[in-house]
């Protein structure tokens, strides 16, 4: 099975700061990495496809970029509303598997 | 729009089954292929298997023994039953739709499932 390793698992900082969460997979994935948003009590949102495509309607300070092994989620300018879990999966093989998650808070 | 709810019994016990229900609307479980996933305290969020459009399914090998998924295209329905439950699989279960070229792009709410006795 592919392992993702994210990290960090938490992060802290204030509205305005660019931020980056990573996801190393243990073999090559290509470019089958999405990326996931998780407030509190709701289903996952789907923030980035394919290693770097923005989902319709997701905000444009919302990146992606990566392919192969490691991949980096970036938040170019942070705001409020973005406090939540993120997480990675991989859909390159099957089993797919997810990285263990980065609770991001505000300062 | 499309949708997805899954609706299931709340609270089992071990070594019973468990059987969850994914209502979805908005399109045609022939179109697309449908998955679920589990999100436990223990081990975070796992894929669990899929069923494809066609109907053929494939699952995770950490549950194939006692999972299976399967569809009621008339009622728009998918179905989870899984054997054989352990506390350990308390958790979130959610389905999920892949879209025509992007995996697990629409997921459900979710159903809250407790094992215990």
């Known amino acids: 099975d592919i392992q993702m390793t994210q990290s960090p698992s938490f992060l802290s900082a204030s509205v305005g700061d660019r931020v980056t969460i990573n996801c190393k997979a243990s073999?090559?994935?290509?470019?089958?990495l999405n990326w996931y948003q998780q407030k509190l009590g709701e289903a996952p949102k789907l923030l980035i496809y394919n290693a770097n495509s923005l989902q319709t309607g997701i905000p444009s300070r919302f990146s992606g970029s990566g392919s192969g092994t490691d991949f980096t989620l970036t938040i170019s300018s942070l705001q409020p509303e973005d406090v939540a879990t993120y997480f990675c999966?991989?859909?390159?093989?099957?089993?797919?598997?997810f990285g263990s998650g980065t609770k991001l808070e505000i300062k | 729009q499309v949708q997805l709810k899954e609706t299931g019994p709340g609270l089992v016990q071990p070594t019973q089954t468990l059987s969850i229900t994914c209502t979805v609307s908005g399109f045609s479980l022939t179109s697309y292929y449908m998955q679920w996933v589990r999100q436990t305290p223990g081990k975070g969020l796992e894929w669990m298997g899929f069923i494809r459009s066609g109907g053929s399914t494939e699952y995770n090998s950490e549950f194939k023994s006692r999972l299976s998924i399967s569809r009621d295209t008339s009622k728009n329905q998918v179905f989870l039953k899984m054997n054989s439950l352990k506390t350990e699989d308390t958790g979130v279960y959610y389905c999920a739709r892949d879209s025509s070229y992007i995996r697990f792009a629409y997921w459900g709410q979710g159903t809250l499932v407790t094992v215990s006795s």
């Open positions: 999966l991989q859909h390159n093989s099957w089993p797919f598997t």
């Open positions: 073999q090559n994935i290509n470019r089958y």
